[in-house]
């Protein structure tokens, strides 16, 4: 589906249903099937990827059953599965894969992970090469890419695994799988990535002398039951901050937003940049304190932006919104940098490259780098329209909408579909919002 995204003179209402967040709602599903009874998870998300994770659930012999936007799966423990497919559809989503590996991995189950062609173009070594040293026995295709085959073990064994890269997808694989290991299994991460994994499922954690996080886990460790209402995710909201923030005379306001501070570097980068954003508490937690994460009402009005540069620490802290905070550079007027992000490299498509043609397209100077890019914003003034591709990218075909409000004329987002991966109704929202 091709999209033609008309300039906008302002942006003006609120957002009450913003889609659930993916990360907690993938782990919701996913840290219930280890859990001895049933859990309860509200405001799941709609969006393809989390549908991906309960698909490969059912396909594992789960029971989970669906009311809306309500799910209740009724589990045995770490005997929870018994696979009715050999080979489990991951589609689109590398959190599924990755998390699921662990599970699958520490299991002993036969099976193989697939993926979509983009999922299939991603990395796997960084689980498969931990999951191994455990004592795995796993195959990939050529490259250390998927479909992963998986064959039954002997068992595993726990590992002291520091992580190469800032990875919560890693960090989260090597913890699941240690829930089935001999011994206790400790993952050192030098810079703290998104820490939803440990929050929900309580696990142990130490600190080094250095600062270093340690996170432990073990078969001897007992996995709750799940009962939650999932936040609406700061990642769709950040596309809507950017928004606001660019284009004068705009006020938006987003409810019950999950702020967890290892998620939330969007918020306080565009602070940085002078964007006037107000962060409030609603007067209902109950859904914050049930499922260990903060959440906030959030209302940005338009401002006039500064240049920034990211700090490394930032990075794995505002991964999924450096597309769109890219956005926000162009219309800073100055020198914005993004480095130590080689990452990007590594999502559903090559978002440094991604990015930097974006911005060309729309007439804004960029520099592409290995590990990040930078650019030179013009100002607030208005941007060339352009034909963008979305690469198959969510995340892209958003950021670039976003950017397609500040044109001098229309533009047209090719691939737009694929915003369905995480936020299905967000040419709906934005149309609700134009002006």
Same mark, same amino acid.
């Given at each position: ?229 999932? %936040? *609406?995710? +700061? ?6 901050? @950017? !928004?606001?923030?660019?284009?004068? $005379?705009?006020?938006? /306001? ?61 990075? %794995? *802290?505002? +991964? ?6 890219? @956005? !926000?550079?162009?219309?800073?007027? $100055?020198?914005?940098? /993004? ?72 533009? @047209? ?23």
């Amino acid at each position: 589906m091709n999209k033609t995204v008309e300039p906008a003179k302002c942006l003006r209402g609120e957002i009450t249903d913003l889609p659930a967040d993916k990360s907690i709602a993938h782990r919701a599903a996913l840290f219930a099937t280890l859990a001895r009874g049933e859990s309860v998870i509200r405001n799941f998300s709609e969006a393809a990827d989390p549908q991906s994770t309960l698909q490969c659930l059912r396909d594992l012999g789960v029971p989970v059953e669906t009311d809306g936007n309500t799910i209740v799966i009724r589990a045995k423990g770490r005997k929870t599965f018994s696979p009715i497919k050999s080979e489990i559809d991951c589609g689109n989503s590398g959190t599924t894969m990755r998390l699921l590996s662990g599970m699958v991995a520490g299991a002993g189950l036969p099976v193989t992970l697939t993926g979509d062609a983009s999922l299939s173009s991603r990395p796997m070594k960084r689980i498969t090469e931990p999951l191994g040293l455990m004592g795995a026995e796993i195959e990939t295709a050529e490259g250390n890419r998927a479909p992963i085959l998986f064959r039954p073990h002997k068992g595993l064994h726990a590992i002291d695994y520091p992580l190469p890269m800032p990875s919560a997808q890693v960090k989260s694989c090597v913890l699941l799988a240690g829930l089935f290991a001999d011994g206790e299994t400790r993952v050192t991460e030098k810079l703290p990535s998104r820490d939803h994994t440990e929050r929900m499922l309580g696990l142990e954690m130490d600190f080094n002398a250095d600062g270093t996080r340690v996170l432990k886990s073990s078969r001897e460790f007992e996995v709750r039951p799940q009962h939650l209402t999932v %936040p *609406n995710d +700061i990642s769709a909201a950040a596309f809507w901050m @950017v !928004a606001a923030s660019v284009i004068p $005379g705009s006020e938006i /306001v987003l409810r019950g937003v999950g702020v967890n501070p290892s998620r939330s570097a969007v918020i306080s980068i565009l602070q940085r940049m002078g964007a006037d954003i107000r962060v409030t508490l609603p007067p209902n937690m109950q859904a914050s304190q049930a499922v260990g994460e903060p959440v906030a009402d959030i209302t940005i009005k338009s401002a006039q932006l500064r240049p920034v540069s990211l700090l490394e620490t930032e990075i %794995p *802290n505002a +991964i999924d919104e450096i597309p769109v905070l890219a @956005v !926000a550079m162009g219309f800073a007027r $100055g020198k914005s940098e /993004v480095r130590n992000a080689s990452e990007l490299r590594a999502k559903e498509c090559d978002r440094i490259a991604a990015v930097a043609e974006m911005l060309r397209k729309a007439g804004i100077k960029v520099v592409e780098y290995k590990d990040g890019f930078e650019v030179i914003g013009g100002g607030a003034g208005p941007c060339e329209p352009a034909e963008h591709a979305s690469f198959h990218d969510h995340r892209i075909a958003m950021a670039s909408s976003i950017l397609a409000l500040k044109g001098s004329g229309p533009s @047209v987002i090719t691939g737009a579909d694929c915003t369905a991966i995480s936020y299905p109704h967000f040419y709906r929202d934005l149309s609700l919002l134009a002006d």
